[in-house]
């Protein structure tokens, strides 16, 4: 199987944190060149990243100079996740002549996430044949996990993905379509943090040594 991209999407509009959460400070680098280079080390044929319009959309470019990106505009980020999605999803597959195997969704404010958690989701992906690779994140043998990006999908549903709502839940109807073939790997709940808030910031920098 071949063909497996792995997509950051970073054109949010940072409106919990009130300024580019891109581009915050976060042990030493810019918190979406953490993202991206986790991302970068996962394995993938191709590495993509939506980026919103502008001067942070820019910035966000330079932000990420040295690694293997291609970027893609999502010319209007208030319109929610779905519309990165449907500009990832379109730039992967519009006259594509290579073949596309699956796509991997990764998020920029997740700064605990490494490449070996990413390179976990490609091979059990690539072993399986799952239609959708899911991630969840709780304890061993705790109730109620939560269930979270990032997560890989299959070439042949990337339409669907594409037609998720223009909403910031992400392609939940593609998910629960396939929860029945979907393989879920488990992450430690600690994992799952997101810096949307200030407060989140100072958690990941309390957690990173900042």
């Not at 810019?30 to 991206?36: K, Q």
């Not at 080390?41 to 690694?67: H, S």
């Not at 990165?84 to 404010?109: K, P, Q, Y």
């Not at 042949?156 to 993905?161: K, M, Q, T």
């Amino acid at each position: 199987m071949s063909g497996v991209a792995g997509v950051l999407l970073a054109a949010g509009r940072s409106a919990r944190m009130g300024r580019p959460k891109q581009l915050l400070p976060l042990a030493g680098q810019p918190l979406v060149r953490r993202a991206a280079h986790a991302l970068a080390q996962g394995g993938f044929d191709e590495l993509l990243c939506v980026i919103p319009p502008g001067e942070v959309g820019e910035a966000v470019q330079a932000a990420l100079t040295g690694l293997p990106y291609r970027f893609v505009l999502n010319a209007d980020p208030a319109r929610g996740l779905g519309s990165s999605l449907r500009a990832a999803v379109e730039a992967l597959t519009e006259g594509r002549a290579a073949v596309l195997a699956g796509a991997h969704f990764a998020l920029a404010d997740m700064p605990l996430l490494t490449g070996a958690h990413h390179a976990a989701l490609r091979r059990a992906f690539e072993a399986s044949g799952a239609p959708v690779v899911l991630t969840e994140y709780g304890e061993p043998g705790a109730p109620d996990p939560v269930r979270a990006p990032p997560h890989l999908f299959r070439a042949d549903l990337l339409g669907a993905v594409r037609d998720a709502p223009d909403a910031d839940h992400g392609p939940r109807h593609v998910i629960r379509a396939y929860a029945a073939q979907a393989l879920t790997l488990s992450f430690p709940a600690e994992l799952l943090l997101d810096v949307d808030t200030p407060e989140a910031f100072a958690q990941a920098q309390a957690r990173l040594g900042e």
